[in-house]
Structures are given as C-alpha cells and as structure tokens.
C-alpha cells in the first residue's frame, strides 16, 4: 500500500494552497462510508461551510418505548461524531502545505478522551442534526462543544469533549 493508499482524506490541496472545502467534501466522505454510521442513517454534510450530522428518526433508535424518544446513546454517539469531525476540520483550516501531512496524521489519530453529556428535552422528532464548535485547539488535544436538535430546532442534548491526537 503506498502512502497516498494510507491517506483517508486523500489529496486536499489544488497547487499551492489547501482546499478547505476539499478537505470538508473528503472528512464527510470518510465518516459517511463507515460501516456503523450507514447501520444508523447516520450522515455528515457540509451545509453553511460547517459541518452537520444528520440523521432521521427510526424505530431501532427509541430508548423510552412507552414515550417513543430517542436513546441517549444514539444522542451521545451523534455529539461525539460531529466533535471529532469538526476537529479535524479545524486542524485542517490551520494547516499550512509544509504541515499538511503532520496534521493528516494527527486527524487521523484523533480519538475521544472525556465527554461530557447534559440532556435538556426527550428526543423527540421525525429528524436530528447536530454542530459543534471549537472551545480549544492546541498542540495534541482538542476541547469541543457539541449541541443536538430536532427538526423544530429544539435542542434535545448538549456536549462538552475533549480528544486528542
């Protein structure tokens, strides 16, 4: 396998400056192929220049059968997913050329240390989507804020991480 075989974001430059929306197409792809998140109807997109996890309400995903609400670790792995995507994102946006390589290694590595979840309503919807935003990004970790809502744009769950790479 050569290296460019290893590399899982693939070529994310056009000449002599990187592609950020390169970069963002090639992360969603990624994570979009994954096994689990086609299981779930999982999906990363890029709406606005930012990052979004989608992902539709489906019978496998109630936790409160007697309240037909979502289960909180659907909830918790859609918040660490979008964290983790988002990051590797920001550290793709403060790449240079002379660094790409480096940080597609690192984003390659990243890996959650610590989440935390607070719960603010039922997981209730036909739809959910969730953001996140960088509170730190430094040298081997990252901290993260994450928020989930519904299709009434309610927000059902919010999340602080932190992971590392």
């Not at 056009?14 to 979009?32: M, V």
């Not at 909830?75 to 995507?85: E, K, N, Q, R």
């Not at 660094?99 to 309503?121: C, E, F, H, N």
């Not at 959910?128 to 935003?133: I, K, P, Q, V």
Request: aromatic residues 8%; hydrophobic residues 40%.
């Amino acid at each position: 396998m050569t290296q460019a075989e290893k590399s899982w974001t693939g070529s994310v430059q056009d000449g002599s400056e990187i592609n950020i929306d390169r970069i963002f197409d090639k992360l969603t792809q990624a994570f979009n192929t994954s096994p689990f998140f086609q299981h779930a109807g999982m999906q990363m997109r890029v709406v606005d220049g930012q990052i979004e996890a989608y992902i539709d309400m489906q019978d496998f995903m109630i936790g409160n059968v007697a309240y037909q609400i979502l289960h909180g670790g659907v909830a918790a792995t859609i918040l660490d997913s979008i964290g983790g995507i988002t990051a590797m994102g920001e550290l793709y946006k403060k790449a240079t050329l002379d660094d790409i390589d480096d940080v597609g290694k690192k984003a390659s590595r990243l890996a959650t240390v610590d989440m935390r979840v607070d719960y603010l309503a039922p997981g209730r919807g036909q739809y959910f989507t969730a953001r996140a935003e960088t509170l730190r990004l430094g040298r081997k970790g990252c901290t993260m804020r994450m928020t989930l809502i519904n299709d009434e744009a309610k927000p059902i769950a919010t999340a602080i991480a932190s992971y590392a790479y």
